[in-house]
């Protein structure tokens, strides 16, 4: 059974920056893309970014384009979100998805970023 843990959330100053971590497991990682979303309160979950299995390509929200940043590393069955330029509209619950067009989907259960003064 797969399973994505994700780490890293908190509490950050508007302009400060985090680092989200995911670690995959039970399933083969490098075959899926991998993505971030968000859940603010009150609010429908949203994609914030998205990277291809093989090739590492990466896609963006507008709304984040330019400061956000995902990563992974297919050998430690890990991706990142990098986090910059952090606005206070950025407080949300961040969950990590692993999607396949054939294969199982899975989701994390969430870690929680909060930009507050």
């Known amino acids: 059974q797969g399973q994505l843990v994700e780490s890293g959330g908190g509490l950050v100053q508007p302009g400060g920056s985090l680092r989200l971590s995911c670690t995959a497991s039970g399933f083969t990682f490098s075959r899926y893309i991998m993505s971030w979303y968000r859940q603010a309160p009150g609010k429908e979950r949203e994609l914030v970014g998205s990277i291809t299995g093989p090739g590492g390509s990466t896609s963006y929200a507008d709304s984040v384009k330019g400061r956000f940043a995902i990563s992974r590393d297919n050998a430690k069955k890990m991706v990142y979100l990098q986090l910059n330029s952090l606005k206070f509209e950025d407080t949300a619950v961040y969950y990590c998805?692993?999607?396949?067009?054939?294969?199982?989907?899975?989701w994390g259960q969430g870690t929680q970023v909060t930009v507050s003064s």
């Open positions: 998805h692993a999607d396949h067009p054939v294969l199982p989907r899975y």
